[in-house]
């Protein structure tokens, strides 16, 4: 059994230390949930694992032929290369053989004549024979498949953002690796795909260290939690689940630990301020002990103070929102198409569908920010709003947090009426003291978010608009969020494709179609998405057996005057399989490009443009195919 032992792993910054004297082990067929608070080092750690001079110190023990693969959050592809190029882009020598079959495949197919391409294409194909490769081919193309990517020759620089991750996390799961360390995964796949990866890391053979703010897919996947805190690893046996039921007991018996010892610190405490004269032996051994629990409490993290909202809101009245026949479009691309919906008092909306149909747009319209090419939306009189939008805003990186902060307010009112001051708020939000004085470009992009939630909060809002609030927010954070909504007075609209956050938040959902396509459902999220895939389950079987009985019904009514197609009419039924084929794949880069947020409205609405088009002359061509292919 291959096992990594990772030991003495530290890094300081300055005078801040993410972690020290970090030490594990990584077991064959473990999967590990990497968990901690934005800015506690898990992407440093990981990074310090395949890079050790990234760390102060770390020592570590593994075989020698032991092999890890990283998924990293922005991944570093060679723009020039090809998908499959890309993917195929190990040392190994089943790596190196596909590559070439698959230049020497793309030379064939271009000139099938040529002697010499003909002659090095059938050598490797004998080659892929010797080395039974061809597995790992048919792997790669089906991983890809899954994973929503389909022109395999289109270069690295001509995919999105979201694609070319997509690309990497394929690259790093076909490495046969002893250890797979991804981090956020899930980041830009849709349902379909997450699903089919938890399978498929569930199964793999070797070890997983990951890192998800996808509390379902770490429920899912993980055999083990490491939790990153107080510049330590802390280790729990089970997934996401069982990881909470055992923080609890932890949290428990630690605090009832530490009442102890602090009462019994107040009394040697008492003692060594009554200034006993006779200092002798025993006494020295209640100072010994004085000098212990002194020092244990002080090293030891206080439980107790744990990251809570409790801020006072504004009253809010019934009416909320009145949307009244809103309209909405950019050119062509349509967001919003006579609308008419009433939001209340008490609304939890969770706002979600395809990247690019419109739902930020949407926020952006009922904060007022977009303007409706007709219609209205009515905002109450008391309506204090707070919209947290994907993209941080007026925050000067040059500031410190702590005047960042008091600009916005210099405390809040909590709901027991006392008063909180900016400091403190910070305080409770795990910015300390030396955080707090901090410039703002010194915080991690996690701890910025953390940041600008705390600032939307600081204005006492009785309405919320999140949008993605999920994306670069921690667990601990998010989970607190969520705590704060289930007891918030007021109403809340949550853009999100998270399926935890909106299960636990969303009373009904508005789905966003595209074009201006918007339904209502009162199913939790994951409800309706497995309401979804029934259905398209079932779409699809019923078309396979009208197609079947459609052809059986042909082959009875077939003419008996034809009996085989013209040459012309075969040399067009040949040319229709690839071309039915290409237009598949353009379909399918025009979809990911729709998704991909990275976007603007005038390139969504040339992508939404062309992929009408090329639904059109797919289905003109698919009903010549079938028509021409009843006479084969």
């Known amino acids: 059994m291959k096992t990594l032992n990772i030991s003495n792993a530290s890094k300081t910054f300055g005078e801040k230390t993410l972690f020290t004297d970090v030490t594990f082990t990584i077991n064959e067929g473990d999967r590990i949930g990497l968990l901690g608070l934005n800015g506690t080092g898990k992407t440093t750690l990981l990074d310090g694992i395949i890079n050790n001079s990234d760390l102060n110190t770390i020592n570590l023990e593994k075989p020698k032929d032991y092999k890890i693969s990283y998924l990293k959050q922005q991944p570093e592809l060679d723009e020039n290369d090809s998908v499959i190029d890309a993917v195929f882009n190990g040392s190994g020598e089943k790596f190196q053989l596909v590559r070439q079959y698959e230049s020497s495949l793309a030379l064939f197919n271009a000139n099938s004549t040529d002697s ?241 149909s419109g739902k930020t747009t949407f926020l952006n319209s009922i904060a007022h920010q977009l303007p409706l090419d ?4 009515k905002t109450g009189q008391t309506v204090r709003l707070g919209y947290y939008t994907q993209h941080t805003r007026d925050m000067d990186p040059d500031k410190r947090v702590i005047r960042y902060l008091e600009s916005i307010g210099q405390g809040v009112q909590n709901n027991d009426g006392t008063h909180m001051s900016a400091s403190k708020m910070l305080d409770t939000f795990k910015f300390d003291h030396q955080m707090q004085s901090s410039f703002i470009r010194e915080l991690s992009g996690g701890e910025k978010r953390r940041l600008y939630l705390l600032s939307i909060l600081m204005d006492q809002p009785n309405v919320l608009l999140l949008d993605e609030p999920t994306n670069n927010l921690d667990i601990e ?16 609209l949550a853009v999100s494709h998270d399926r935890y956050f909106l299960d636990k938040v969303a009373h009904k959902l508005l789905i966003f179609e595209g074009q201006g396509e918007i339904k209502e459902s009162y199913d939790s999220y994951s409800g309706y998405l497995q309401k979804e895939t029934e259905l398209k389950q079932a779409k699809h079987h019923a078309a396979k057996e009208q197609k079947h009985e459609e052809n059986k019904q042909k082959d009875e009514q077939k003419p008996e005057a034809k009996k085989k197609l013209t040459y012309a009419e075969k040399m067009e039924f040949d040319k229709l399989e690839p071309q039915i084929e290409k237009l598949d794949d353009e379909i399918s880069a025009l979809k990911d490009q729709l998704n991909d947020a990275s976007n603007d409205y005038e390139k969504l609405m040339d992508f939404q443009r062309q992929l009408d088009e090329k639904n059109q002359e797919s289905d003109q061509l698919m009903d010549r195919w079938e028509y021409l292919g009843q006479y084969i």
């Open 116 to 356: 010499k391409i003909q002659n090095d294409f059938f050598k490797l194909q004998e080659k892929m024979n010797a080395a039974e490769a061809w597995q790992m081919e048919s792997d790669v193309k089906s991983i890809l498949n899954k994973l929503g990517i389909t022109e395999l020759d289109k270069k690295i620089n001509e995919l999105s953002g979201g694609q070319q991750r997509r690309v990497a996390l394929a690259q790093t799961l076909i490495s046969e690796a002893d250890l797979l360390i991804l981090d956020e995964p899930t980041n830009h796949l849709d349902y379909e795909a997450i699903d089919w990866l938890q399978s498929y890391l569930s199964k793999y053979k070797g070890s997983v260290l990951f890192v998800t703010h996808d509390r379902y897919f770490l429920n899912e996947v993980a055999t083990r939690i490491f939790e990153l805190e107080n510049r330590n690893v802390t280790e729990y046996d089970g997934n996401y689940e069982k990881y909470l039921q055992q923080k609890a007991d932890n949290e428990e018996i630690y605090a009832s630990e530490q009442h102890h010892k602090t009462q019994l610190y107040k009394q040697e405490l008492n003692w060594m301020r009554a200034g006993v004269k006779a200092r002798g032996t025993k006494q020295q051994a209640r100072k010994d002990r004085f000098t212990d629990l002194k020092e244990d409490l002080q090293d030891k993290p206080d439980v107790q103070k744990e990251m809570t909202i409790d801020i006072a809101q504004q009253r809010l009245g019934n009416d909320v929102f009145d949307i009244k026949d809103a309209s909405l479009a950019f050119k062509d691309h349509v967001i919003l198409k006579d609308f008419s919906y009433l939001v209340s008092r008490g609304d939890r909306i969770g706002i979600t569908g395809s990247n690019g």
């Open 374 to 377: 007709s219609g209205e939306i």
């Open 477 to 492: 954070t998010l989970t607190i969020l969520e705590d704060y909504l289930s007891s918030f007075q007021g109403t809340v």
